[in-house]
């Protein structure tokens, strides 16, 4: 376990190494360094050439974690992303062949847009960190970190992802276009001809590895929350199910994850406790996806961020 002003100088450095080839969207990488101290897992969410792949790879590379990559289409099957037997008839047995999904960060591209049959082979993945074939459990690496890209719901071909999907998702992140100046740096970079899905030749290099990432996680789950703060979460997400345009509140899982994010989020700015500021920054993520609205909220056009954002201002903050 390491003391909570070193986890500042730990993420600056991770991010450093990832802004050699990802220019701005450092609000995504905040969110994603959060999400990974926290345990959890992300949905990015964002149109297509917005740079979601890359933040995924170059992170992958500065934590020197496994990297692995699955590409969801209609036609993909539950298997080709867990794995399957294979007859040998050399020695008249099955051979256990094991998918994509065992490796540590797994991107799942573009996840809607492959149907709900094999959207939830990730279900036991991303909440037990174990695979079962042929009735035999395997676990998978402590560090399983999935990180799933979408297109907006109302794109073309695309399958919204079912409730128990999304409530396994720790935080929604939404990665926007980048700001003027940062799409003019990109332009520029391009005009020299750097190469920027070239990771090695872009300089990308291991800023951390597993262990420092495993003594970073335990420096948060110690860090301490006082009963209000605690309180202050449980009525967040109790809350929630009461607000009159919601059709689905937060669930108990949510709001487990709602600490854990405040905790990662609160000991990456070094602080050695857990404040309410902490739990409202990181509401927003990591309620937008859980939050459902009525049919009649949605006519309105309300959305699930106006959801959240009534919630934060019903419910008192603790002094």
Request: aromatic residues 4%; charged residues 25%.
């Amino acid at each position: 376990m390491l003391a909570p002003s070193a986890l500042p100088a730990a993420a600056a450095r991770v991010e450093a190494e990832v802004g050699k080839v990802v220019v701005g969207q450092r609000g995504p990488l905040s969110e994603l360094l959060i999400a990974l101290l926290a345990g959890g897992h992300v949905l990015l969410e964002g149109v297509p050439g917005v740079a979601k792949t890359l933040l995924a790879k170059a992170l992958a590379r500065s934590l020197q974690l496994a990297f692995g990559r699955v590409q969801f289409t209609p036609d993909l099957m539950p298997s080709d992303v867990l794995g399957t037997s294979v007859f040998r008839p050399d020695t008249g047995t099955f051979e256990l062949r094991r998918g994509p999904i065992f490796t540590e960060v797994l991107l799942a591209d573009e996840v809607n847009r492959t149907p709900p049959k094999t959207q939830a082979a990730l279900l036991e993945a991303m909440e037990e960190r174990q695979v079962t074939l042929d009735g035999q459990a395997l676990p998978l690496s402590p560090d399983f970190f999935v990180i799933a890209t979408q297109n907006p719901v109302e794109y073309e071909g695309t399958y919204p992802l079912p409730e128990a999907q999304t409530d396994r998702f720790l935080l929604k992140i939404r990665v926007e276009y980048p700001a003027p100046e940062e799409e003019a740096e990109l332009l520029r970079r391009a005009a020299l001809g750097a190469d920027l899905h070239d990771l090695a030749a872009a300089g990308v290099r291991p800023a951390s590895g597993r262990d420092e990432l495993a003594a970073l996680r335990a420096t948060i789950r110690a860090l301490p929350a006082a009963p209000a703060v605690l309180d202050y979460v449980a009525r967040l997400v109790r809350q929630s199910r009461e607000l009159p345009r919601a059709r689905l509140g937060a669930s108990p899982r949510a709001g487990v994850g709602l600490l854990a994010a405040a905790r990662a989020r609160a000991a990456l700015r070094g602080a050695e406790w857990l404040a309410p500021e902490d739990v409202k920054a990181v509401a927003l993520p990591v309620l937008r996806h859980r939050l459902l609205l009525r049919p009649e909220a949605e006519l309105t056009g309300a959305t699930p961020e106006d959801l959240v954002e009534e919630l934060l201002d019903t419910v008192a903050v603790p002094r």
